[in-house]
């Protein structure tokens, strides 16, 4: 499946974006999705994770409370609503697809997902 990032942008901190990951060329009912971030000179990590029905959602520790995931598989869209933003937030945000459902500590793990988008990058300022 293809996936393409949009939203991202430049926001003081404490404000809000929503990212928005559309997805073509799949049935994407059938993917379990993630979102990943990855800062200047860091290594890729999990942020959110959403299951093929929308149903259940798994979060960083970091960003619970502040980011939610939700999906819209009539219109094949992910989204991540950011609230609440921080400067540590800054990063390229990446949508990614998991072929399977996912359960647990997987949710969270890069090679579970087998398509990924470009990233789109949130910068927020102090």
């Known amino acids: 499946v293809r996936l393409v990032e949009s939203g991202g942008g430049l926001v003081q901190a404490g404000g809000s974006l929503r990212l928005s990951c559309a997805a073509s060329?799949?049935?994407?009912?059938?993917?379990?999705m993630g979102w990943f971030r990855q800062a200047p000179g860091k290594e890729r990590d999990f942020v959110a994770a959403i299951s093929r029905n929308g149903v259940m959602t798994y979060y960083v520790d970091s960003v619970k409370g502040r980011f939610t995931v939700s999906r819209d598989n009539a219109k094949n869209m992910v989204y991540l609503q950011m609230n609440s933003l921080k400067p540590e937030d800054t990063a390229v945000y990446y949508c990614a697809a998991a072929p399977a459902e996912l359960t647990g500590l997987s949710r969270s793990m890069d090679y579970q997902y087998s398509d990924w988008g470009q990233g789109t990058q949130v910068t927020v300022s102090s």
């Open positions: 060329g799949g049935t994407f009912s059938r993917y379990a």
